[in-house]
Structures are given as structure tokens and as C-alpha cells.
């Protein structure tokens, strides 16, 4: 009965009247919603077959990527020749399969945004790559992947079954967009204070030097570069592009540059540009089931082209580097990477968290090692051999470092928390406003761990806002009600 239902294309929505955060709590609510469901047909839809077929396709085109390109380009990460067996993969592309299953088939939810990027840059990168990296990879990782599996799965059912957002129209209130200049003014004024000598368009052959001179010199400085890249400006950028106020929307974009102009990342500078395609995308194609195909087949075509041209055009030549490596195959192949340093280490059981960190003893491995509490840096190091900063997603980091396979399934857990009352929050909102304004912190997500995602790029800030603004401070009517 369960699995009728998740393959069918409808989104799980609890009978009237109930709410999972509601009176009578999550398991009484979800268990009358369940024993209501009616029969559903054995049949298993169109537009969920043809996202599977993609998402295969995508697969098979990293696995081209790793036989042709990871390995003769970008050895030095950890790319190993390719190791093909039958039995590992069949069971990675089960595992693939049976998550895939149960992904949301729309984004009417922003949930759906961290699900896709997480699969998408994350889950099957890191499955692909990790399966045939080593002839003993079967061996080596499968507890890792079920449980990564099986994470990703309870956070899709999770969102699927969660409050549906209701249909509305609601934009940024006067009050919030004035909160957002004045934060950007702020951070301008304090980042120029003390940058405003180092500041440069740095060629690809100085953005290590840029980076080190635009590092943080306290932690104050550190948020009001991140709050003004992956907050404010976007805030503001967004809401200039949407409700058609030119000045915000160069605003934005000037926030954006000032901030690549201190850190050199290449990132923040491209923000702008996929947020307007992410909008005009939505605009024109709407929020359905397309979407979700349209993303496996870019990749895939992306990847595969990279695969086989990249010795031919120095165009395919960085996009295989600024692409394929940095944004899919490296966040990949760090989930094995930090599970191979950890597990044989010592995990963190999460003193790497700032928090816990105050409370808990650094664990013996790592007593001493002036790189703690950055796991990328101390996975460098050890791994690479190299003084750097190894970023990965919080699967890596909050989960795989912190308890291994077991830690990858409770980390997705409050994840999914927050995803649910993330799409709570944002019942009623303006759902292009809500969906392009959280672009970046979904992207930070596939790169970075979850508590810093929280506190400095602005989770628990957007799920106050969005409250807040509907429901407490709202002075105003917003733009566009």
C-alpha cells in the first residue's frame, strides 16, 4: 500500500482538518491520515518512469565521466581508475532506483529545492563514484549508502506527507525589504572599513592570494560577508527581479560583486546569474513535473560532453574543472573520503559543532591539531596532503564525521525537521519569491555542514522571517498582494 502510493504522482496531503503539527501530534495525525488512504492503482505513473529513466541516465554519465575524464584530469583528489563488478553495480543502481522512487515530483514545496540539490550535487555523485572507485567498494561502503539511502528516503516521504503549502500570493513586507538594505548598508560599511584596500577582480591566477588577503579577520567580519552574499543581497536582488524594482535589483547584484571583490569566490559572483535563471525557468515551465527531468537531463548532457571533449576545447576543458569536478564529482567523493578518514580516526560525535564543541572533549584523534574544529582542513591535510580547506555537505561532515553510517541517517532526521517547518513557514507566500530567494542557501547545503548552514547563511533567519513577516511584524502590505 505504502509503496503504491509514494511512486504515484500525488503529493501525500493529511485529511482535512489535520495538520502534523497540529493538535494531536505527528504519529496520531499521521496515522489517521494512513488509515484513510483508499485503494491506489498498481500502476506506476509516466512522469515518475520518466525521472527514473534520468536520473539512470545522469548515473551512467558520471560513470562515463570517471572512466574518461576524473582520473586523467583530477588524480589528485582521489579519482582512482574505475572498478567495474557486477554485483556492486546492481546494488548501487537498486539503491539509486529505490531512492529516486520517492522524490517529490514538483516543487510546490521549497523542501523539494534542498531535496534535488542534495541528491542531485550529493547522493548520486557520491554513490556512483565511491561504487567504483575501488575493487573492495561493495565491501568498503554499503552501510555507508543504505543508511545515506535510507536518510534521503524518510526526509522524501517526510515533505511529501508534510503540510502542503496553501496557494497565495504573499511578498516581502516594506519592513523586511527595509531590514535587508539596512543590513546590507551595515555589512557594506563595516567590510569596506576594513577590506577596502585589497579590493580586486582577481584573474583565475590570483584567487588564492585574493582569498587569504579577503579572509576573515573575526568571526563579526565572517558573518557580515556571508549575511550580505547569501542573505541580504539575494533579499533584496530577488525582490528587484520579481516585483520589477530596478534599483533593488541592482542593489543586489552590486552586494554580490563587493563581496567576490574581498573573497575571490567564484560562487558568490555566479549567484545573481542562476537565481535569474532559476526564475525564468519557473516562469516559464511553472512549478510541475518537468522541472526535476529537465535538471537530470542537463546534467547528464553536461557531464557527458565534458566526458568526451574536454582534450578538444579548452571551453569543455574548464567546464570539466569549475563543473563537473568542483560541484558534482568532489562533493561526491568527499562522503567516502571523510568516512574512510573518520571511521578509522575517531568520529567527532558532533564536537566539531560549535555548541557541543563548548560542552564535549575533543576526541583524541584530533587533540592538538591546531585544524580543528575544520574538518575540510584536517581531511586535507591527512588525505590530500595539502593545506586547504576541504568543504563538504553536511552528510560528510555533521553526519559521516560525526557517527559514520549511522550518524548520515540521524543528521537527515533534523534535517527533515527543519525542511518541514520550513515548508510550514512558507505556507501562503509567494512560492517564485520563496524558491529563488533560498536558492543559495540550498546550494550551501550540497557544501557545507548544517549547523553552520543554520546560523551563518541563514537558515533559522529565513524560517524566522517567514513567520514573523506573515504573522507578527507585518506592518505593511507586502509588494504584490
Not at 515530483?105 to 541528491?119: G, H
Not at 593545506?387 to 527533515?416: H, K, M, P, R, W
Not at 518541514?420 to 557545507?448: E, K, Q
Amino acid at each position: 500500500m505504502l509503496l503504491r502510493y509514494v511512486l504515484d504522482c500525488r503529493e501525500c496531503v493529511p485529511p482535512q482538518g489535520h495538520c502534523f503539527f497540529g493538535r494531536g501530534g505527528i504519529v496520531s495525525s499521521f496515522s489517521e491520515w494512513f488509515c484513510s488512504i483508499k485503494e491506489q492503482d498498481w500502476g506506476i505513473p509516466q512522469d515518475r518512469l520518466l525521472l527514473l529513466f534520468w536520473v539512470f541516465v545522469y548515473a551512467c554519465s558520471i560513470a562515463l565521466g570517471h572512466e574518461k575524464y576524473l582520473p586523467v584530469e583530477q588524480a589528485f583528489w582521489g579519482f582512482n581508475q574505475p572498478h567495474y563488478n557486477a554485483v556492486t553495480l546492481i546494488v548501487a543502481f537498486l539503491l539509486l532506483g529505490s531512492t529516486a522512487a520517492f522524490l517529490p515530483l514538483d516543487f510546490k514545496k521549497p523542501s523539494s529545492l534542498f531535496v534535488y540539490a542534495i541528491f542531485f550535487f550529493v547522493y548520486v555523485p557520491s554513490l556512483v563514484i565511491a561504487m567504483l572507485n575501488y575493487e573492495d567498494s561493495l565491501q568498503r561502503y554499503f552501510w555507508l549508502f543504505f543508511n545515506f539511502s535510507s536518510g534521503l528516503v524518510f526526509c522524501c516521504i517526510a515533505v511529501r506527507c508534510g503540510t502542503f503549502p496553501g496557494e497565495g500570493d504573499k511578498g516581502p513586507s516594506q519592513l523586511l525589504i527595509g531590514i535587508s538594505f539596512a543590513g546590507a548598508a551595515l555589512c557594506f560599511a563595516i567590510l569596506y572599513n576594513t577590506y577596502g584596500s585589497i579590493l580586486s577582480f582577481s584573474g583565475l591566477d590570483q584567487v588564492y592570494q585574493q582569498r587569504e588577503a579577503g579572509a576573515a579577520t573575526s568571526l563579526f567580519v565572517g558573518y557580515c560577508q556571508v549575511y550580505l552574499a547569501y542573505v541580504f543581497s539575494p533579499c533584496l536582488f530577488v525582490f528587484g527581479l520579481l516585483y520589477k524594482r530596478i534599483l533593488f535589483l541592482f542593489v543586489g547584484f552590486g552586494g554580490f560583486v563587493f563581496v567576490y571583490m574581498i573573497t575571490a569566490e567564484r560562487t558568490i559572483l555566479l549567484l545573481p546569474f542562476a537565481i535569474f535563471v532559476i526564475s525564468l525557468m519557473f516562469k516559464w515551465r511553472g512549478f510541475g513535473v518537468s522541472n526535476p527531468r529537465g535538471l537530470f537531463v542537463v546534467g547528464a548532457l553536461g557531464v557527458t560532453l565534458i566526458s568526451l571533449l574536454f582534450d578538444r576545447s579548452g571551453v569543455f576543458n574548464q567546464l570539466g574543472f569549475y563543473f563537473f569536478t568542483r560541484l558534482i564529482a568532489v562533493p561526491g567523493l568527499f562522503v567516502s573520503q571523510y568516512y574512510d578518514l573518520f571511521s578509522g580516526q575517531g568520529y567527532t560525535y558532533w564536537s566539531h559543532v560549535s555548541i557541543i564543541g563548548g560542552l564535549a572533549e575533543t576526541p583524541l584523534a584530533y587533540v592538538g591539531d591546531e585544524k580543528w574544529p575544520a574538518l575540510g582542513k584536517i581531511l586535507a591535510e591527512r588525505v590530500l596532503g595539502v593545506e586547504s580547506q576541504s568543504n563538504a555537505s553536511f552528510v560528510a561532515t555533521d553526519g559521516v564525521a560525526a557517527l559514520g553510517d549511522v550518524g548520515v541517517f540521524l543528521i537527515f532526521v533534523v534535517y527533515t525537521v527543519w525542511l518541514l517547518l520550513l515548508d510550514r513557514v512558507t505556507s501562503g507566500w509567494n512560492r517564485m519569491f520563496v524558491i529563488a530567494v533560498l536558492f543559495p542557501l540550498a546550494f550551501v547545503s550540497t557544501n557545507g555542514s548544517f549547523f553552520t548552514m543554520l546560523t551563518s547563511f541563514g537558515g533559522a533567519f529565513w524560517l524566522l522571517v517567514f513567520f514573523m513577516d506573515k504573522y507578527k511584524i507585518r506592518l505593511t502590505r507586502g509588494e504584490g498582494e
